[in-house]
């Protein structure tokens, strides 16, 4: 079965810093593309970054542009967020999700990790 | 940026009701939407994706329709299972997710 496992969340003071990472099991990662998309605590979704299979495209939005970064390490079937600079509207559950393309371009999500809880308060 | 309206926020309904959902793009999307389902603690589940493509293993009471800028998502005969949070996705540009509608049991 294919599986995005997360971890790295937790609480941090504001002007934080926090990496999450998303771990695929039963595919290869590397095949494709893969976003963050966060929810704050009773709120709806909102798509944060994406990053091609090959890291060639990265895509981010613009309330983390320039705070927030992408990466991947394909060998290892991991993608990563890091999250610099964290503020209070930051803290949100962080959920990774695979993208049926591998490229550039726009495509939708077919598998989501469990969601990590990421809290900025001091 | 693209806007997603999903109407109504929140709707109450009977077991074997049909439930009809539905998304407005302030700009034209074709058929670049896809609809989720959200559980209380739960990642979201791809239901439909391209507006009426229903995702393997979902069940056909679930279905789409709509392009450009008017979307909808049924669901026939509402089964205890259908109460969640459904939410609308466009995926023309960028991506944006509607606001969500609460599915309750009346």
């Known amino acids: 079965e294919d599986q995005l496992v997360q971890s790295g969340g937790g609480l941090v003071e504001p002007g934080g810093s926090l990496r999450l990472s998303c771990v695929a099991s039963g595919f290869i990662m590397g095949s494709y593309g893969v976003n963050w998309v966060r929810q704050a605590p009773g709120k709806g979704l909102e798509w944060v970054s994406y990053?091609?299979?090959?890291?060639?495209?990265?895509y981010y939005a613009d309330s983390v542009r320039g705070r927030f970064t992408i990466s991947r390490d394909n060998p290892k079937n991991s993608v990563y967020l890091q999250m610099n600079s964290l503020r209070v509207g930051d803290t949100a559950v962080y959920y990774c999700?695979?993208?049926?393309?591998?490229?550039?371009?726009?495509?939708?999500?077919?598998?989501w990790g469990q969601g990590t809880l990421v809290t900025v308060s001091s | 940026d693209i806007q997603m309206t999903q109407s109504p926020s929140t709707l109450s309904a009977s077991i074997g009701d049909r439930v009809i959902i539905t998304c407005r793009a302030s700009?034209?999307?074709?058929?670049?939407l896809a609809w989720y389902q959200q559980k209380p603690g739960k990642a979201p589940k791809l239901l439909i994706s391209q507006a009426s493509s229903l995702e393997s293993g979902v069940t056909s009471r679930f279905s789409g329709s709509g392009s450009g800028t008017e979307f909808a998502l049924t669901i026939n005969s509402l089964q205890p299972d259908d109460f969640a949070t459904y939410y609308c996705?466009?995926?023309?540009?960028?991506?944006?997710f509607g606001g969500g509608t609460k599915v309750e049991i009346k």
């Open positions: 999700a695979r993208s049926t393309g591998y490229s550039s371009g726009y495509y939708h999500f077919d598998n």
């Open positions: 990053i091609s299979g090959s890291s060639s495209y990265m």
């Open positions: 700009q034209s999307i074709s058929g670049w």
């Open positions: 996705q466009q995926y023309s540009s960028y991506y944006t």
